[in-house]
């Protein structure tokens, strides 16, 4: 196999329930992690998210990344420099339940994507920057730590770190060429790429190369990936210095990165994609599908764009809150239908405002 065999130790994790200090920050920050008190109003798993109906769920958090559910409908929440895990729920505090001493946040590395498995195991799945690279964990809340992938390489950005479940069970995670273009064409590398692994961490059966990890290449710094209703996979793409992408994956395709950024390189057999923007427009981090909408939340762009699907095919798209909450990191529609949102205007390069980072949840109407 060309990557480092995932490894299977269980690592110790000494949990503490901390509260946040302003002294431990670099930045002003005005209130640790509180819920808002609001009437939330109940959504509908079969609507469609009403985006006029903002709801603020949280504020003060810090540099929240990954969002999922549990079983329960609770949402995880992480934290990408403290890496903390937060239990939130509306109308209750934030709840700290695991903590990751391992992770090194630096640059736009630490504690990124997270996953909650299918069934009722409810083993949760957490990418983050270690010390030596990024890495796959699983645990359940409060317990021990298994890095259940390894080997990918890390730097101070284009770390990649989505991770999610497909309809297939399988664990799908986009990756990065961390800052080493040359990375994304080489099969022999995780990096550059979307990785279909099972949920111990192995080549998934059935991938484009029996016994590789990866599903696609060619791809720069990938970060949202979701299904449509017919199992299709959607993934978002940051672009170098024209163009950001929304790409449709097909197993074994290449997305042609660095020979291409953006359109123009189906004359070379790689992979064109569905959209693209202007990356002052977008940088593109999380997506979500509910119906037959994709939202993608854009962080230099700061505005959520919306795009019909059809058949593999998006519209033209749409810009929501163009600068009314700054920087939006992640987008997750929730077991009930309401699309949940972050910000991200604590990770240095945002305007902060008064209460800032949030989480916001737009219910299903």
């Not at 790409?247 to 990165?257: F, K, V």
Request: aromatic share 6%; hydrophobic share 40%.
């Amino acid at each position: 196999m060309p990557f480092a065999s995932p490894l299977r130790a269980l690592l110790a994790a000494t949990l503490a329930l901390v509260t946040v200090s302003a002294c431990a920050q670099d930045r002003p920050r005005d209130e640790t992690p509180t819920a808002v008190a609001s009437s939330v109003a109940p959504s509908s798993p079969g609507g469609i998210p009403d985006l006029a109906a903002a709801e603020e769920v949280a504020r003060g958090l810090d540099v929240p990344w990954g969002l999922t559910f549990l079983p329960d409908g609770a949402a995880l929440v992480a934290e990408r420099d403290s890496g903390r895990i937060l239990r939130v729920l509306p109308g209750r505090a934030p709840e700290l339940v695991h903590e990751l001493p391992e992770v090194v946040a630096r640059g736009e590395g630490g504690l990124l994507g997270l996953a909650v498995a299918p069934g009722e195991s409810a083993d949760v799945y957490a990418y983050l920057t270690a010390a030596e690279d990024n890495r796959i964990v699983r645990f359940r809340p409060g317990g021990p730590n298994e890095v259940v992938f390894a080997g990918i390489a890390k730097a101070g950005n284009h770390n990649g770190g989505r991770i999610a479940f497909g309809p297939d069970g399988m664990l799908y995670v986009g990756t990065g060429d961390a800052g080493d273009s040359a990375l994304a064409q080489d099969p022999a590398s995780p990096n550059g790429k979307i990785l279909r692994l099972t949920p111990d961490g192995d080549p998934a059966p059935g991938n484009p190369t029996p016994g590789s990890p990866v599903l696609s290449l060619g791809h720069r710094n990938v970060q949202g990936l979701a299904w449509d209703g017919a199992g299709r996979l959607y993934a978002a793409e940051f672009g170098q210095n024209r163009l950001d992408e929304l790409n449709l994956i097909e197993p074994g395709r290449n997305y042609g990165w660095p020979a291409v950024e953006g359109t123009g390189g189906a004359d070379r057999g790689f992979a064109e994609p569905l959209l693209t923007w202007p990356t002052s427009a977008a940088s593109p981090s999380g997506i979500a599908i509910a119906g037959d909408t994709l939202y993608l939340a854009a962080l230099r762009g700061e505005r959520l764009w919306t795009t019909t699907l059809a058949d593999g095919t998006a519209a033209e798209p749409r810009a929501h809150f163009t600068g009314t909450y700054g920087r939006l990191r992640t987008v997750t529609v929730a077991p009930d239908g309401a699309l949940w949102l972050t910000t991200s205007n604590t990770d240095g390069r945002g305007d902060l405002r008064s209460g800032d980072d949030r989480l916001l949840r737009f219910p299903a109407r």
